[in-house]
Structure formats: C-alpha cells, structure tokens
C-alpha cells in the first residue's frame, strides 16, 4: 500500500530564500507525482506533475524532481516571496491510465516572512 | 472556463443525520473524484465516478455513497453522520483517457467544509 510522508511539516524562512520541500513514497510502482498548493480553508491547485517516466519538471520558480529508485520527490522555490506561504502537498498517482486516486502527504506548512 | 464548483461551501449536521455534497465538473471534464481532508490531514480518496459508475474506492464504509448525472455532476451522500465525518470535502474532475491524456492532473473545487455537531 502506497503511504507518502512529507517532511518537514512546516517550515518559515525569511523572504528571497531558495527552499526544498521533501516528499518520499513506499511503491517505487507510482504512476506520477503531483505537487499542490493550499491556501487555509481552500482548495488544491496543482502547481506541477511528473510522470513516471521523468525526472523532473519546471514552472517559473518551481522545480520539482522525481527519483523513483529512491522513493524521494522534492519541490524547490527559489527566491521565495510571502506570496508563497501556503501549505504544499506531494500526491502520488496510484493508478495508471485514469487519473485514479491520489495519495496524499500530510502537507508542509510554508511561511515566508517579509 | 468555468473551473470546478461545489456547494454548498459550508454546511453544519447534527449526528446521524444524512448529507448531500454537490460538485460541477470543469467544462469539458466527464470524470469526479472525491476526497475528506481533515483538519491538519492530507486529502483521502473516497470513490471516482465516470460514466454515471463507481470506478474506484477508497477505504471508506458504505455510509458514504455517490452518484454521477449524465451532465457529469456529481453528489456524495453520507449517512448516520458520525463526529468524525467532520472535515473539508473536495471533488476533483479529470478527462478520462482516452479523450484526455493517459496521466493529467486533476482539478480541484473549493470544497465543502462540513461541520457534525
């Protein structure tokens, strides 16, 4: 059974660092892997997917690694705005072919301080 | 583009009493997910509907049920509500393959923060 953790479950850092948020899965099987933002009390929005078959993906200033030998994914934000605090979350897609379930992580919980 | 809707946004029950959650897919989208995030959890997977069918199920008992409209909406239903029920319901839409992409990113509503007194 998949089972994503995310460490650490919350983080602050002063505006204009580079950060890395850790997301590590149990099956190696894993079909993509998903990072998400929360804003408090919100919804998800999808920031970046990874299939399977990558190792990575970029938007502006994310980037987001997948390794699948080691179980690890990792997001990186770099100079890094109040905008940004949110709470991140790493999904794993658990079934091929039809966007089935995801399997989530408890979520790192960012701040960014002006 | 109109994104994924549900509603109502919050909504307060009372122990055993029965529920109804309502999601519009984003335009175009013919599959809906549905997960529980409790408060200070990760979302899990409650079922997917596609074709008006239950597709897939997570670990969840059958006082939580679903259904999907041949306009792609869908419910959840839960019954005997139990304090645990408390939490934020998503949907998530998606295009199955394959008239959508093998592997595409589901898009999320706002959820239903549903409250059991």
């Known amino acids: 059974k998949q089972e994503v953790t995310q460490i650490p479950a919350a983080l602050s850092v002063p505006e204009g660092e580079n950060l890395v948020l850790n997301c590590s899965f149990t099956?190696?099987?894993?079909?993509?892997l998903q990072w998400f933002r929360q804003d408090p009390g919100k919804g998800l929005t999808s920031l970046l997917l990874?299939?399977?078959?990558?190792r990575e993906q970029t938007s502006g200033r994310l980037n987001a690694s997948l390794d699948k030998s080691s179980g690890r994914s990792t997001l990186y934000i770099a100079a890094s705005q109040p905008g940004d605090s949110a709470t991140y979350l790493c999904?794993?897609?658990?079934?091929?072919?039809?966007?089935?379930?995801?399997?989530f992580g408890k979520g790192t919980k960012l701040s960014v301080k002006p | 583009d109109a994104g994924v809707t549900q509603s109502p946004t919050h909504l307060i029950k009372t122990r055993g009493q029965q529920v109804t959650l309502r999601c519009s897919p984003k335009?175009?989208?013919?599959?809906v997910s549905w997960y529980q995030q409790a408060l200070g959890q990760g979302p899990q997977f409650i079922f997917q509907?596609?074709?008006?069918?239950?597709?897939q199920r997570g670990n969840f008992p059958d006082r939580f049920s679903g259904h999907q409209f041949p306009n792609y909406s869908s419910e959840l239903n839960v019954n005997a509500l139990l304090l645990g029920d408390s939490a934020l319901y998503l949907c998530?839409?998606?295009?199955?393959?394959?008239?959508?992409?093998?592997?595409?990113?589901?898009?999320f509503g706002p959820g239903t923060r549903l409250t059991v007194l």
């Open positions: 999904a794993g897609g658990d079934y091929g072919g039809s966007q089935g379930n995801l399997i």
């Open positions: 099956d190696s099987a894993i079909y993509n």
């Open positions: 990874i299939q399977s078959s990558q």
């Open positions: 998530a839409s998606s295009l199955a393959f394959p008239r959508g992409p093998r592997t595409d990113t589901q898009y």
């Open positions: 509907y596609y074709e008006e069918e239950e597709r």
């Open positions: 335009s175009g989208h013919d599959t």
